[in-house]
């Protein structure tokens, strides 16, 4: 199973908004609303920011929203912080009890 | 509180074996699935394997797939990961990782991970 393809660094300034896209097929991202995405600081473990493609668990700021549209999902963060500063994967449902993550993407708050 | 301790990550040689334990806390650990995800140096996230609530369904990345073994005791709210055949590549940060559901859903919960490195 082949990792979905995000961008490899995405930047903005405070208070912006920015986008981080999360392309698959219809076999993974396409086929299945099981997309959730996830936040990482150095050296540090992952945390869970979105699922269920657009549900955010109790915790996390509503500056982080998710979308779907065809094979391609995306994760929006507005308002940018410095604390957002992190990597961000995307991971998806590919079916028969099989999962793959994203390349990651590294969001530099500028 | 809810919290997975990862343990018996090390230093082994090619061919050699190592077997990881997760430790389970703050929750009942037979009503989840639980992955083992790793992540080498400087690299992304690959999710290496999953075992449902019951145990009755296992399944693995191609990677490791006939090397590694995922296997659970519910009784002693663990989660192990037996890594046979290693290799250069299999060198990683191992997290345990909690599924929402029972049959496999997302990953709401992470240990801090162990230290996997296979060199000659």
New interface residues.
């Given amino acids: 199973?082949s990792?979905l393809t995000q961008p490899r660094s995405v930047s903005g300034s405070p208070g912006q908004s920015v986008t981080i896209s999360c392309t698959g097929t219809s076999s993974d991202v396409g086929g299945y609303n099981?997309v959730?995405w996830?936040q990482?600081y150095p050296g540090?473990?992952?945390?869970?920011m979105i699922?269920?493609v657009t549900k955010r668990?109790s915790g996390v700021p509503d500056r982080f929203s998710g979308s779907k549209s065809g094979n391609t999902a995306s994760l929006t963060i507005s308002g940018l912080r410095a604390e957002d500063e992190a990597?961000y994967?995307c991971?998806s449902?590919v079916g028969?009890?099989?999962?793959?993550?994203?390349?990651?993407t590294k969001l530099a708050v500028l | 509180q809810v919290q997975l301790v990862e343990s018996g990550g090390g230093v082994v040689q090619p061919g050699g074996s190592l077997r990881l334990s997760c430790a389970a806390s703050g929750f009942i650990l037979s009503s989840h699935g639980m992955?083992w995800?790793r992540q080498a140096p400087g690299k992304?996230?690959?999710?290496v394997a999953?075992i449902?609530y019951d145990g009755t369904?296992?399944?693995y990345?191609?990677s490791v797939k006939g090397r590694f073994t995922i296997s659970r005791d519910n009784s002693k709210n663990t989660v192990s990961l037996q890594m046979n055949s290693l290799r250069v590549e299999d060198t990683a940060v191992y997290?345990c990782a909690k599924d929402?559901g029972a049959s496999?859903?997302?990953?709401?919960v992470?240990?801090?991970?162990t230290t996997v490195t296979v060199f000659s």
């Fill in positions: 199973q990792a099981y959730s996830y990482q540090k473990a992952p945390k869970l699922y269920d668990p990597d994967y991971y449902y028969r009890y099989t999962w793959v993550f994203g390349g990651g | 992955h995800v992304g996230l690959e999710w999953f449902r369904i296992k399944n990345a191609e997290y929402r496999g859903s997302y990953m709401d992470w240990g801090k991970g």
